[in-house]
């Protein structure tokens, strides 16, 4: 009798951490197919460059850099005109020479808290990264030398046919 008690309780322990395990892997199963669709593979091993501008999100950027990738913020306005010049612009070297960096586009007017931790202080601001250093920062200026200059600063080489 004593000996059955003793089995009843450890078979119950058992299934205890069975089912604890269960609820863990559970809901890596579940969205584990969602990574690729969300534009990126393993938020461990960075951020996938898409070749465009996407929404700002905090994950995948500080994935992004922590694997050591080159990123892009682009602080934009929809009022602001300068943003509206250089968006056409940044997207033509995103989708050509500079086609490995992951590119994120920030609303100025919304993302206050983003705008203050990366001390940026106006509109049409594009702040490059290489990891977790900046190494490049362009605000206000829409030119094609800017930009290139820019783009410059990671060691990609623009050539005139990104215009």
């Known amino acids: 009798m004593i000996r059955m008690a003793r089995m009843t309780r450890m078979t119950g322990m ?46 995948v950027f500080d994935a992004a850099r922590a694997a050591g990738q080159i990123t892009l913020v682009f602080f934009h306005a929809p009022w602001c005109s300068v943003c509206r010049a250089q968006e056409p612009k940044v997207a033509a070297r995103l989708a050509g020479p500079a086609s490995h960096v992951v590119a994120f586009k920030a609303d100025y007017d919304t993302s206050t808290a983003l705008r203050a931790e990366m001390k940026v202080q106006k509109q049409s601001t594009l702040i490059l990264f290489k990891g977790t250093t900046e190494i490049a920062r362009l ?25």
């Open 14 to 59: 058992v299934r205890s951490i069975v089912l604890a395990a269960c609820a863990l892997a559970l809901p890596a199963a579940l969205f584990a197919d969602q990574a690729p669709a969300m534009g990126r593979t393993d938020t461990m091993a960075g951020a996938k460059a898409t070749g465009q501008l996407t929404p700002f999100a905090r994950p």
């Open 139 to 163: 605000s206000y200026k829409s030119d094609d030398a800017s930009i290139d200059a820019f783009f410059e600063h990671a060691g990609m080489a623009m050539p005139s046919a990104a215009r």
